[in-house]
């Protein structure tokens, strides 16, 4: 069993940073894809930005390209999310994944709240 652990959340103005953190137990960090998801109660969970196992692969939806930035450190079972230039739309709770795809395993943190006020 793989604990997932956000942190790093917070409230900001609009324009501000905040970088995120999630921290995976376990020895198999470096085989997991990592991924950052946001969610509202009246949206669907959605994909912010993933960052494969072996770095060579990294997404970010449209709306946060340029502005946030997602990282990994295996060495410390940590993976990072930048978030730049921060806008009252990405007000969300922000949920960090961990999904080991030959062994068909995902695993779900308790999610972080960020708040961007105008």
């Known amino acids: 069993q793989v604990q997932v652990t956000e942190s790093g959340g917070g409230s900001v103005q609009a324009g501000g940073s905040l970088t995120l953190s999630c921290v995976a137990s376990?020895?198999?960090?470096?085989?997991?894809?990592m991924a950052w998801f946001r969610q509202t109660p009246e949206k669907e969970r959605e994909c912010v930005a993933s960052?494969?196992?072996?770095?060579?692969?990294?997404y970010y939806r449209d709306s946060v390209k340029g502005r946030l930035a997602i990282s990994r450190d295996n060495a410390k079972n940590t993976v990072y999310l930048q978030m730049n230039n921060l806008k009252v739309e990405d007000t969300d709770v922000y949920f960090c994944?961990?999904?080991?795809?030959?062994?068909?395993?995902?695993?779900w943190g308790q999610g972080t709240q960020v708040t961007v006020s105008s």
């Open positions: 960052i494969d196992s072996n770095v060579e692969t990294i």
């Open positions: 994944n961990a999904d080991h795809t030959a062994l068909e395993v995902v695993y």
């Open positions: 376990g020895r198999l960090f470096n085989m997991y894809s």
